[in-house]
DNA sequence: GCTTGCAAA
DNA sequence: GAGAGTTTGCAAGCT
């Protein structure tokens, strides 16, 4: 027997004509050096791409529309009649088209009189017979006819890589119809672009109104006596017409295609031709990506020792060193080596020999023999697991080249050192394999990776050196962030005492409350189901209980809690899905997640990722402590399992108030702005009242949340649209909100203006200490990329210079408490606050140390304000 | 592996 | 003619 057969085939099919044409004039008139237009090809080549990547087709077909006149011109000799001729623009583009499909060794097809379309509908039609699934590509909405349960049918929308997926379901949701009464819909209404004429005086609005009641056309004149006045007497001339536009708008799918499905097998490119043609064509976006994505490229040789035993004579100032660490979770993984290189000499010491080598540990532990490093903090923390103190870390190359660019993704080292021209180290994931067929390589191999990974950062160090001091950024990198990675790695060693007990007994409780929950939310549906699954409530909601569905996510209807919320009141069961909601999420992430993750220790040890927001912050992950909930009190409790390790020991907050508004008063230098601050008023009573012009004492509540709402809009970069939805008011409203709380503050009307315009002019925003983000998209012709660059421009700085302020006062705070000589910890950073652990001795003194320290760590022109709080727990710190 | 939904600042 | 507040991490369902 054949295994073949039962391996289910993917088949992808482009309509070759439809597809270029979107493509010529959804992009502007391209050249390459000899003057031919490249917009078409280029255009359906990212398309490709895209599809490929995204589809993983087995099968793959390009047809295309052959000669001029078609079996349809026999019955109807206006068809397609009227049409502009083809630009010569385009003409010309199809022989390098087919150039281009041939590199890809993508089977092209086309058949004396027929269309593309017919080819595709025949094809498709014995692939469903197969069992097969297809995808059908095209930019004419008339081969929505062939979906089914098995072919899906691609449409592009605007552009040419945005794509509408036209499934059975999509094509009742949007009209109401199935898919083979597109067939009738088209011989009511015509297609202008087919020249199809259809009834005169139908169209998309009436052609859907009849279908609903009649079905086809032939129903739609059985009982015609139904229609009356113009309507009736259109109808009645035009039958012939009718019927003959149906026939049209066929898609035959019987047509003497002489290919048969297994001769259209996809093997991928040739990846040589490829190249040559889009050298020919200029395409050097896409080279340049291909050049990213290639496969191993071969590698300069590199001589490496492998040492038995460490003689201290080999470890110099000045080396880079890399311990090995088999994933991501350095507080628990296994280490599988050191590798270190000086200018001399690479060397590789595995892991037992590393592990009882005095002379490596006194190195590593000296201050005084500078070590060059990528993730310091990662080797740090391993390393303390067997006890090693690393010091003397002079320089982090992830670290580096995340101030350099924080754009990027540092999860690899060979992606880092990439970006500076150097690619003779392997990815990670080339060496151990990913998913299920990850493992330890053999010795040899896992040698020469730790070998290459210890020289490239050798090697690469001063490139970007060069670039953090070309771009004046030495300081933020040297003097910022590679202290405060020492002082991460410190608080994530010693971690977080969690109270396992307490958060069991919360789990006990919550599962008894989501099962009472769960009971009245089947009595109220009429019937179980799986209340967590989107799917399934969506059915029961909008279905069953027939309640107004007020969005739809690409996959069916929205049950986001903002859509229930405005559903509240139409019927009981919303509160309760609601509540389940809430109590689900804290069972699963909060009592079951964190339970999860307690070490040994009886504490939980998070990762702080330092090189990966765009803007500048901190995140945790394993666990996240930064997202613990906090607003409602349910949540809340949580935080009552996060408790001192000492007996007796106290938990302490300390949040900075309103950090971002006070940097954004210091940046835009609005008068009124930094009045309020250095008078210490309540900023969002002081914005209600300016905005709403009223004085400060006749302030309500719904106007102070009005302006809170405004003031986070500020923030984030405000559309009135954002505003609109939060405040659940028009868009309207929303804007003229703006517009007063810009009136009422210029200097920050000024400041977002000439952000705006620097990063037009710079392609990058800064912030208070010159962290940088690019926002290429800040001058493209696209709306959404555009705008979006836009809003960037405004909310990184601020958001970018707060989290400046708090790495600075970490790491004058850790400074602190060595100097004060006391026991205190600092354990954590939830992007404007620290909390820290204390012996009740030492809490008068850390109250008034910790406010001083963060409130000094940057001098703005307005104060910085510290709210302190202690407890026995983290939730008793309010 | 993607999508939806939701916790935080 | 639609688009449409930032940055994250994690769990569940579903394909």
């Known amino acids: 027997m054949e295994r073949g057969n039962f391996v289910s085939k993917k088949i992808l099919l482009l309509d070759g004509n439809s597809l270029a044409y979107r493509a010529f004039f959804a992009l502007p008139l391209l050249t390459n050096d000899n003057g031919i237009h490249t917009n078409a090809v280029y255009g359906f080549t990212t398309m490709l791409q895209k599809l490929l990547e995204e589809e993983q087709p087995t099968h793959m077909m390009v047809a295309f529309d052959a000669g001029k006149t078609t079996f349809r011109n026999e019955a109807y000799k206006e068809y397609k009649g009227g049409r502009q001729k083809t630009p010569p623009e385009l003409s010309e583009q199809f022989p390098y088209l087919r150039k281009l499909l041939d590199a890809y060794q993508i089977k092209q097809y086309e058949l004396d009189n027929y269309e593309a379309d017919d080819i595709i509908g025949t094809l498709s039609l014995q692939a469903e017979q197969a069992g097969d699934q297809v995808v059908v590509v095209s930019g004419d909405k008339d081969l929505t006819q062939l979906a089914s349960n098995s072919t899906v049918v691609y449409i592009t929308r605007k552009g040419i890589t945005d794509i509408e997926k036209y499934t059975v379901g999509h094509i009742q949701e949007k009209y109401g119809l199935t898919p083979l009464q597109i067939i009738d819909m088209k011989g009511l209404m015509g297609d202008s672009s087919d020249n199809i004429p259809g009834v005169p005086g139908v169209g998309e609005k009436t052609a859907l109104k009849l279908l609903a009641k009649y079905h ?247 490139v970007v050196v060069k670039k953090l001091e070309e771009n004046e950024q030495f300081d933020l990198y040297d003097k910022l962030e590679l202290p405060l990675a020492k002082v991460l790695g410190q608080m994530e060693s010693l971690g977080v005492k969690v109270d396992r007990q307490q958060l069991a007994e919360m789990g006990v409780e919550l599962k008894r409350k989501l099962e009472m929950i769960e009971q009245e939310i089947f009595a109220l549906a009429g019937q179980e189901f799986n209340i967590n699954s989107p799917k399934q409530l969506g059915v029961i909601l909008f279905e069953q209980l027939g309640l107004p569905a007020i969005k739809k996510t690409k996959t069916g209807y929205s049950t986001a809690a903002d859509v229930l919320e405005k559903l509240e009141g139409k019927h009981e069961i919303i509160h309760h899905i609601l509540m389940y909601r809430q109590l689900g999420k804290l069972l699963s992430t909060y009592i079951e997640g964190l339970l999860k993750e307690i070490h040994e220790d009886g504490k939980v040890h998070t990762r702080f990722q330092q ?201 004058e705070m850790d400074a602190a408490l060595e100097r004060e000589g006391l026991k205190s910890k600092m354990l954590l950073q939830v992007h404007d606050e620290l909390i820290f652990e204390a012996p009740p001795e030492e809490l008068d003194r850390l109250m008034k140390l910790v406010p001083e320290v963060m409130e000094s760590a940057v001098e703005l022109n307005v104060p910085l304000k510290v709210d302190i709080a202690t407890g026995n727990t983290w939730y008793d710190t309010k």
């Open 216 to 462: 086809s056309v032939e129903g739609v004149y059985e009982a015609i006596e139904d229609q009356k006045g113009k309507m009736k007497e259109k109808l009645v001339e035009n039958e012939e017409l009718a019927y003959l536009s149906k026939k049209l708008a066929t898609i035959e799918r019987q047509a003497p295609v002489t290919v048969s499905i297994d001769e259209l097998g996809y093997e991928g490119p040739d990846q040589d031709e490829l190249v040559r043609i889009w050298n020919e064509l200029a395409f050097k976006s896409l080279l340049e990506k291909l050049d990213y994505t290639a496969e191993e490229t071969e590698k300069e040789d590199l001589h490496f020792d492998v040492l038995e035993t460490v003689d201290a004579s080999l470890l110099e100032d000045g080396m880079a060193v890399h311990l090995e660490l088999y994933d991501e979770h350095y507080h628990s993984c296994e280490l599988l080596g050191v590798s270190l290189a000086s200018d001399k000499a690479t060397y590789v010491i595995p892991m037992e020999v590393a592990a009882q080598s005095e002379a490596l540990r006194t190195w590593l532990e000296s201050g005084s023999t500078k070590k060059y490093m990528s993730d310091s903090k990662a080797a740090t923390a391993a390393f303390l697991r067997n006890g090693i103190k690393i010091d003397g870390v002079d320089f982090d190359l992830m670290l580096g080249a995340y101030i350099v660019n924080p754009s990027l993704k540092y999860t690899d080292l060979a992606d880092i050192v990439r970006e500076y021209g150097y690619s003779d180290v392997s990815t990670n994931e080339q060496v151990y394999g990913k998913g299920a067929k990850k493992k330890v390589p053999e010795a040899a191999i896992l040698q020469e990776h730790m070998a290459r990974k210890a020289r490239a950062i050798f090697n690469v160090r001063p």
């Open 611 to 811: 090189a990966l927001t765009t803007t500048g912050r901190l995140s945790s992950t394993n666990p996240n402590l930064q997202n613990i909930p906090v607003r409602l009190e349910e949540g809340r409790k949580i935080r009552k399992a996060f408790v001192p390790s000492e007996p007796g020991w106290v938990m302490v907050a300390a949040d900075y108030s309103q950090i971002e508004l006070r940097v954004l008063a210091h940046m835009s230098k609005d008068e009124s702005l930094i009045e309020a601050f250095q008078s210490d008023l309540d900023i969002h009573t002081k914005t209600a009242s300016d905005v709403f012009n009223v004085s400060l004492d006749k302030v309500t509540s719904d106007m102070r949340r009005a302006a809170k709402a405004v003031n986070f809009g500020i923030v984030y970069g405000i559309s009135d649209y954002g505003l609109s939805q939060n405040l659940n008011i028009t868009r309207k409203e929303a804007a003229d909100f703006i517009e007063r709380y810009l009136a009422s503050f210029p200097g920050v009307q000024g400041y977002m203006t000439s952000i705006v315009d620097q990063a037009k002019k710079d392609g990058f925003v800064t912030t208070l200490m010159n962290r940088r983000r690019y926002l290429p998209d800040i001058n493209s012709s696209n709306f959404n990329l555009r705008s979006f660059a836009e809003r960037t421009a405004m909310n990184t700085p601020i958001q970018g210079s707060a989290a400046d302020v708090i790495k600075q006062a970490m790491i």
